[in-house]
């Protein structure tokens, strides 16, 4: 063996576990052994090549790993794609909509994870979703009560870039910026790459204003991937050894 | 929370809750025959009927996915969106909108299931309370028979079979309807429902139902301006064609 330190897994730490509010019924806190980790940001943040690098090193490591993210859930998550393309729903039933489609996930995929001792990495959690509704004049109170089914993460990170640089980053992507990325059901701007740049400006200050109260890490996104990656396994390797 | 007409719609909301078998769906409907006959604008609205959403409900319910939680967050999402869409807009336009079940079932049911009564609530509060709501109060072994006197086959959810209160489906039913029903008569002051004999005749509880809603809502602001359009004429030639058919019989 090149590296015998690999042979030794180290066994994360137990969490303080638990809901923002009321949580899901009947759950048992202390059964959930794993770790509950979220990556946040715009499209082009890097957020997918960030969790597949981790993914990378974390079973390299010896821990095993389940992935989730928006849109997913076994349930609703057709139907949401065809509302959304449709552009049909208002604003409350899709909210309502897309924390179905989270509860769904959180019930059936992360805590059974969880309990199973995985580490979730979770593309987006419920901050997206509430800096979405947010921007878009939601009761922030109504949103705080919803939301309050769900699991504190072990760790958050909001990838941060500037909104020019989004651009940048989607446009070599794509070649088209997504309308709802770019805001567009808002009315900001009828140019859709105005609206994108106003949107994710929005955005950003939103999740700026949530991290006050809700605590995430904000990571400076703009660097190079590895640096990113490397930050990103810094502070998630205290958090599983942390007691 | 406030009603509509406190928030000061042009229209007015008339909801009926109640047990399943309560009879509260024979009576809204007379209600609806009654108001369209006087010339009032009236829109029928029923739980869980959203096309959009419908296709997630039927699917989880077949498929048995539902928890308790997204059990909530689904029908939450079927209302608001009947809500949003057809609710508010004829509100606005004056109507008199009739509810076959309204909020209180979600606060009944979720709460019933497990879910917390104030986030269920909470996640509700986005809607107006009605400005009428009939509650259908039958002796519960009244109501139970009624649904469960064909032996009909009981879906999964509607017998309450996710809550493991019984492995027979018919016990179960009853256990849940139970609790239901003292969810319902807990917050039947709170929320100002007027409650109905559902155990008289159904003509007697009609009459009932006309009164007070007559005594409740000024139905003259309600009443359309011009009157619906009549079907168009029979043509004549079409007409005499039928009659020359019935003749050569």
New interface residues.
Partial sequence: MKNPARQTVAVPSASERRFFGQGIPGVKLDELAGKLIVVEGADGSGRSSQIAALVNWLETLGHATVQVGLKRSTLVSEELEKAQNGNILSRTTLSLFYATDFADQLENTILPALRAGFIVLADRYIYTLMARDLVRGMDAAWLKNLYGMALKPDAVFYLEVPPEELVQRNLSKNATLDYWESGMDLGLSRDVFDSFQKYQTAMQATFRRMQRSYGFTIVNGSRPVDVVTASLQKKISAVLAAK | MKTFAQLGFPGRLIAVEGLDGSGKSTQIYLLKRWLEAEGIKVYFSEWNSSE??K??TS??KKRE??????FS??H??DF??R???HLLPLLRAGYVVLCDRYIFTAFARDVV????P??VR??Y??AALPDLTFFFKADLEVSLNRILDGRPKLKFFEAGMDLQLSADPYESFRIFQGRILEQYLAMSKEFNFTLMDANQRIETQQSIARKIVRERIDLDEFRRHSPLPLPPPVQPQAAAAVEEEDSAV
Avoid: H, M
Wanted: hydrophobic share 40%; charged share 15%.
């Fill in positions: 959009l959403v296709s997630a699917k989880g996915l539902l928890t308790p939680t997204t967050l689904i939450a999402t608001a969106d809500y949003e869409r299931r497990g879910c917390p104030a986030w909470g996640n509060s986005f």
